[in-house]
């Protein structure tokens, strides 16, 4: 079955950078996409970035968009979040997601979550 494990999460002071990652198993990796979401508390999961393993398609939450990049190892069946110029804001819970269908938010499988909380 497909799994993923979030890893990298941690603190970190506003400005600073983290690079989180979400290692994947049980599919043929070039066949989905993957999309980082995030959680905060009182708030619904809301989706970062995404990266189409097929295409190479890429998208950003224009919250993230221009400090956050999405990519992806093959040989690793990898995918990683480089968030840099991080902000209090973007403190969350996030989750990686796989997916070869288009659906909502709560579609595909799901990873573990890696905390991230910037300070200010």
């Known amino acids: 079955e497909v799994q993923l494990q979030a890893s990298g999460g941690g603190l970190v002071q506003a400005g600073g950078s983290l690079r989180i990652s979400c290692l994947t198993s049980?599919?043929?990796?070039?066949?989905?996409?993957i999309g980082w979401f995030r959680e905060a508390p009182g708030k619904e999961r809301e989706g970062v970035s995404c990266i189409s393993l097929s295409d190479g398609n890429i998208g950003y939450a224009d919250s993230v968009k221009g400090r956050f990049t999405i990519s992806s190892d093959k040989a690793k069946n990898t995918v990683y979040l480089q968030m840099n110029s991080l902000k209090p804001e973007d403190t969350a819970v996030y989750f990686c997601?796989?997916?070869?269908?288009?659906?909502?938010?709560?579609?595909?499988?799901w990873g573990q979550g890696t905390q991230v909380t910037v300070s200010s």
């Open positions: 049980g599919f043929t990796f070039e066949d989905y996409g």
């Open positions: 997601n796989a997916r070869n269908t288009p659906g909502p938010t709560n579609s595909g499988s």
